[in-house]
């Protein structure tokens, strides 16, 4: 069945460091993919998404593209602040409505000054 | 918008017994779905509805149960609770025609003794 790897964590970096957190997923078709984010004490919050290859998602300074040759959506940041400490899961979802969202396990994020 | 809403927060129950979850989906959003989230863990799906009718349902067994009501208001049931079902329980509401925009609530954190 479809699944999703995520690098795991948690993932400690100093204030305006680069961020990279590994995504690859295995589903058949060309799904739609996600990261989600999740503060601490709160439900989930959509922060990019990419519908078809080579798409490039990209929110609040992250990015991450759809890559269908490596099966991969990593997520990237050029430069964390304090506020990017939180879990961020990686998603993806068939095409049609009938599709469940399907998860990552998370990888924990925190961000020191 | 007016968001997802969830009740209760938290609550506490123990083995054998039953509990019932509620959402308020975003105003017209007419497809629910809800997600299991083990600690340290990525959310689970649980079952989707649409139009007051289940569509797609995860690998829960048949003492997990949900109602979809007309005015986008949702339940989730849980019957003979078991202590692996002490879970954080994610609603998400979305449109059918737009079936990547999924809108999750804060969710409600159950405990069972």
């Known amino acids: 069945g479809d699944s999703v790897t995520q690098m795991e964590g948690p993932v400690t970096l100093s204030e305006e460091a680069f961020l990279t957190i590994n995504c690859t997923y295995t589903?058949?078709?060309?799904?739609?993919l996600f990261w989600y984010v999740q503060y601490p004490g709160e439900g989930l919050q959509l922060l990019l998404k990419a519908t078809k290859a080579d798409d490039k998602g990209s929110n609040k300074g992250f990015e991450a593209t759809y890559r269908k040759e490596t099966t991969s959506f990593h997520l990237e940041k050029g430069s964390v602040q304090v506020s990017d400490s939180a879990v961020y899961f990686c998603?993806?979802?068939?095409?049609?409505?009938?599709?469940?969202?399907?998860f990552g396990p998370g990888t924990s994020l925190s961000v020191i000054p | 918008e007016t968001g997802v809403t969830q009740s209760p927060t938290h609550l506490i129950k123990t083995r054998g017994q039953q509990v019932t979850l509620r959402c308020s989906s975003q105003s017209g959003h007419n497809t629910v779905s809800w997600y299991q989230q083990a600690l340290g863990q990525g959310p689970q799906f649980i079952f989707q509805y649409y139009r007051e009718e289940e569509n797609g349902r995860g690998n829960f067994p048949p003492r997990f149960s949900g109602l979809q009501f007309p005015n986008y208001s949702s339940e989730l049931n849980v019957n003979a609770l078991e202590l692996d079902d002490s879970a954080l329980y994610l609603c998400?509401?979305?449109?059918?025609?737009?079936?990547?925009?999924?809108?999750f609530g804060a969710g409600s954190r159950l405990t069972v003794l």
């Open positions: 589903a058949t078709g060309y799904p739609s």
């Open positions: 998400a509401s979305s449109l059918v025609s737009q079936v990547n925009v999924l809108t």
């Open positions: 998603a993806l979802r068939g095409k049609t409505s009938y599709d469940k969202v399907i």
